[in-house]
T-cell receptor, first 116, second 115 residues
Framework: GAGVSQSPSNKVTEKGKDVELRCDPISGHTALYWYRQSLGQGLEFLIYFQGNSAPDKSGLPSDRFSAERTGGSVSTLTIQRTQQEDSAVYLC??????????????FGPGTRLTVL | AQSVTQLGSHVSVSEGALVLLRCNYSSSVPPYLFWYVQYPNQGLQLLLKYTTGATLVKGINGFEAEFKKSETSFHLTKPSAHMSDAAEYFCAVILPTTGANNLFFGTGTRLTVIP
């Protein structure tokens, strides 16, 4: 079956530009997460969506980062005015949303962002 | 605050030898515990998880882990390493009392299997 997909797989941008990263979760999964994996910070949580509830944005590192989830499915993570420290692999995960914290999160392959 | 410590950023074992990857958590309340594996250029894949019940948890690919509350540990083991086990392994926790559902990861352990 189809897993979590992310696009693009690689993105190279110049400092100061805006970027959009896309995540398509597993069909039927109501919970969606964004994480970031970088050499300096390891794997860190960014934002969490569950159904129609207000997202948990507690992991977003600055107000340059935002995310939305349209129609309860596809999500877009936007980084404005990119900085070199934003270079990382951005991972998306989804889960069924039926068992809360004990649900298995299924990860996509990630988008590797390089800010020059 | 919750934290996860993985002892050893790199572990090397011979093919056929025991694999032991260590994970300790710091929390006054037992968390939910997870082990994920990341193969090169791939996303994370769940190996196993402990939420409640039996403290010895069996996962995919012959891996297992035991939750030891007294030691605040959740070490990952496999009796006999295969070349295909070479990957990076992440221990992660979720603290059930916070209401948060996001994973909090350790720094990872890269496993090398020597033929």
């Amino acid at each position: 079956g189809a897993g979590v997909s992310q696009s693009p797989s690689n993105k190279v941008t110049e400092k100061g530009k805006d970027v959009e990263l896309r995540c398509d979760p597993i069909s039927g999964h109501t919970a969606l997460y964004w994480y970031r994996q970088s050499l300096g910070q390891g794997l860190e949580f960014l934002i969490y969506f569950q159904g129609n509830s207000a997202p948990d944005k507690s992991g977003l590192p600055s107000d340059r980062f935002s995310a939305e989830r349209t129609g309860g499915s596809v999500s877009t993570l936007t980084i404005q005015r990119t900085q070199q420290e934003d270079s990382a692999v951005y991972l998306c995960a989804s889960s069924p949303g039926t068992s809360g914290a004990t649900d298995t999160q299924y990860f996509g392959p990630g988008t590797r962002l390089t800010v020059l | 605050a919750q934290s996860v410590t993985q002892l050893g950023s790199h572990v090397s074992v011979s093919e056929g030898a025991l694999v032991l990857l260590r994970c300790n958590y710091s929390s006054s309340v037992p968390p939910y515990l997870f082990w994920y594996v990341q193969y090169p250029n791939q996303g994370l894949q769940l190996l196993l998880k402990y939420t409640t019940g039996a403290t010895l948890v069996k996962g995919i690919n012959g891996f297992e882990a035991e939750f030891k509350k007294s030691e605040t540990s959740f070490h990952l083991t496999k009796p006999s390493a295969h070349m295909s086990d070479a990957a990076e392994y992440f221990c992660a926790v979720i603290l059930p009392t916070t209401g948060a559902n996001n994973l909090f990861f350790g720094t990872g352990t890269r496993l090398t299997v020597i033929p």
